[in-house]
């Protein structure tokens, strides 16, 4: 017959030195078989982390939980790090922005500094057919005032209010009710 835990009120199979595996653990840790009760979770053999219902694996957690325990100290994943925002060159003279949580941004969240100022000038992301121009030719100046709205729809290279002039002239012409 197996012997049982000489813990207080343990009725698990001993382990080492007379005691189960939990309590020899325990007072390898602390020096003291008894100086905590065994978690609910324990003797559960289920996760004890909310609606966790994985297998036990260590600590009262189960193995996804004790790892992220040990990795980050909570069993809750962090919060993804927003780099600061940064700012560059590329070699083609515009300046790129780190903004993640634009919506134009790409895949690594930069933006155009340029494309972002019109977006953000706007109240809108820019439409695909959509492109910034530098007035001054000088793709670092970003001034509002310095970039106009173009749209590469057909033809392509039209001003916006070009084309809205010439919108209002065709429908004059052709539907004068649609103005109205």
Known sequence: MPLLCSAFDCDRKTKAHGLCGGHYQRFLKTGSAGAAPLRAAALSRECSVGDCAKPLHANGLCNSHN???????STELPKKAVKPLTTWV??????????????MANTSG?????????????????????????????????????????????????????????AIELLKLYKPEALA
């Open 110 to 166: 930069n933006i155009f500094e340029h494309r972002l100022v019109m977006s953000e000038h706007l109240g809108r992301p820019l439409m695909p057919e959509e492109n910034v121009h530098h007035i001054n030719g000088d793709r670092l100046d970003n001034r509002l005032e310095n970039l106009e709205l173009w749209s590469k729809a057909q033809p392509a290279g039209q001003r916006v209010d070009d084309k809205v002039s010439w």
């Open 90 to 103: 590329t070699k083609f003279g515009y300046r790129v922005v780190y903004f993640p949580e634009h919506p």
């Open 67 to 73: 790892w992220r325990m040990r990795k980050y100290g």
